[in-house]
């Protein structure tokens, strides 16, 4: 009697101990990591790699534009020659000097969960975000205090150009993106973490943005809102007088 009271507990025990094991592996199977990367992020369809650390997303890119171009080296299947008139103002284009870097290297750390900073910190004359197709954006400036005027006219096909370190830029609609994902579709983020927009809202062109360029609403990728930028064609195109969150890192 007493080993049949021993095996039927040894048999009760093997028996708790493995629904308390599935339970746990089924609750790790199903529960959401923090270092999963949102869908959101996976429409930077130019990033070699995009990685969550549950307080930062790290997005690099080899910052190649995925459209032809008059500033890729001749040999490149992206090649593209171009003269005439930009379509942006009506610029004669002038080509400048540069070309695109095929080797350079790039990484965007920005916040995952963005919010408003408390002093707003200026955005660098330099990499301020980052395209869907992995190409950094410029804000308005092309140094200290010099607005985009004579930048305008070296802005290739598709409305951007590489600095003299070889990096190509966006500072205004990059053109490619709003042709083929939309006028109203995600172009890219900003370091803040906050999403940009193309120059359209529910089918017209966006108004009422506030000094950063950009104002809190629902969106396709963000249907409970969120506070996201607009690129729009008149100063200052992309982002106004400062990050609206706290900025995350560029660095090549």
Not at 31 to 56: L, R
Not at 163 to 181: C, F, G
Request: glycine residues 8%; aromatic residues 14%; contains cysteine.
């Amino acid at each position: 009697m007493r080993k049949t009271i021993v095996a039927i507990a040894s048999l009760v025990a093997v028996f708790v101990l493995y629904a308390c094991s599935s339970s746990e592996e089924s609750a790790a199977t199903s529960a959401p990591s923090s270092t999963t990367v949102p869908d959101v992020y996976k429409k930077v369809y130019g990033a070699s790699s995009i990685t969550s650390d549950g307080t930062y997303i790290t997005i690099k890119t080899n910052g190649q534009p995925d459209h032809k171009s008059v500033y890729y080296p001749t040999t490149n299947a992206k090649y593209e020659a171009f003269s005439g008139t930009t379509t942006f103002g009506n610029y004669t284009f002038k080509k400048n000097p540069n070309i695109i870097s095929l080797t350079n290297a790039y990484t965007f750390k920005i916040p995952l969960n963005p919010v408003v900073a408390t002093t707003h910190a200026s955005t660098p004359l330099a990499a301020i975000g980052v395209a869907i197709n992995g190409v950094p954006f410029f804000n308005q400036y092309a140094g200290p205090n010099q607005p985009l005027t004579d930048e305008f006219q070296s802005f290739d096909q598709y409305w951007g150009h590489p600095t003299a370190t070889s990096m190509y830029h966006y500072h205004i609609e990059p053109l490619y993106l709003t042709q083929t994902k939309g006028k109203d579709a995600l172009m890219g983020f900003l370091l803040d973490g906050f999403p940009v927009y193309g120059p359209e809202e529910n089918g017209t062109a966006v108004t009422g943005l506030d000094v950063y360029h950009g104002h809190t609403g629902v969106t396709v990728d963000y249907p409970n809102g969120i506070y996201h930028y607009h690129i729009t064609n008149s100063d200052p195109y992309i982002n106004g007088s400062g990050f609206y969150g706290t900025a995350g890192t560029f660095s090549n």
